[in-house]
T-cell receptor, first 114, second 111 residues
Framework: DAGVIQSPRHEVTEMGQEVTLRCKPI?????LFWYRQTMMRGLELLIY????????DSGMPEDRFSAKMPNASFSTLKIQPSEPRDSAVYFC????????????FGQGTRLTVV | QQPVQSPQAVILREGEDAVINCSSS?????VHWYRQKHGEAPVFLMI?????EQKGHDKISASFNEKKQQSSLYLTASQLSYSGTYFC????????????FGQGTTLQVKP
């Protein structure tokens, strides 16, 4: 398996624009996590899915953020409208057995909002 | 809710030992340890499940004290390749499915 695949790797956008980040989890993994990493806040859990269903989105900072998982092999994280403070590295991770197996991380998307 | 790591940063010489601690205010089901190099994704090191087990590979090992809700990562005879930021991640008991990470501990190993 190619691992967790995220796209794009880098995104530069202007304030107010819509941004969509994409993630393809490892086949057979039924948990998917979206994290945001900044120097100030570290690795924050934004939302996680189990079997394509959003279970906990309490980490989503504002209504400007939304996430979907239309099928087992694809998830999106959307920011609309984007703001400079959204600049961060966004990681997607997937795992199998809840809590008992490792989470595999994608390479991340570095988002810069100017 | 977020686990607390200490220390925040460590500087070592090659061959020296280090301990990184992770503490949670909630009952834990498991503790995960990851290492992240600059500009890269976090890489899995090991998982400890409740039961007070200790694990290790090569010169890196970890312990988990379920009663105290604490875990420690031990790096012995450190190598230059150990440099990076170490994160502990915790799953709460009660099967919530949330993997939450501490703030990280930056380890720098100098020649």
């Amino acid at each position: 398996d190619a691992g967790v695949i995220q796209s794009p790797r880098h995104e530069v956008t202007e304030m107010g624009q819509e941004v969509t980040l994409r993630c393809k989890p490892i086949s057979g993994h039924d948990y998917l996590f979206w994290y945001r990493q900044t120097m100030m806040r570290g690795l924050e859990l934004l939302i996680y899915f189990n079997n394509n269903v959003p279970i906990d989105d309490s980490g989503m900072p504002e209504d400007r953020f939304s996430a979907k998982m239309p099928n087992a092999s694809f998830s999106t994280l959307k920011i609309q409208p984007s703001e400079p403070r959204d600049s961060a590295v966004y990681f997607c991770a997937s795992s199998t057995r809840q809590g008992a197996t490792e989470a595999f991380f994608g390479q991340g998307t570095r988002l810069t909002v100017v | 809710q977020q686990p607390v790591q200490s220390p925040q940063a460590v500087i070592l010489r090659e061959g020296e030992d280090a301990v990184i601690n992770c503490s949670s205010s909630k009952a834990l089901y498991s503790v995960h340890w990851y290492r992240q190099k600059h500009g890269e994704a976090p890489v899995f090191l090991m998982i400890l499940l409740k039961g007070g087990e200790q694990k290790g590979h090569d010169k890196i090992s970890a312990s988990f004290n379920e009663k105290k809700q604490q875990s420690s990562l031990y790096l012995t005879a450190s190598q230059l390749s150990y440099s990076g930021t170490y994160f502990c991640g915790t799953y709460g008991s009660g099967n919530t499915g949330k993997l939450i990470f501490g703030q990280g501990t930056t380890l720098q190993v100098k020649p």
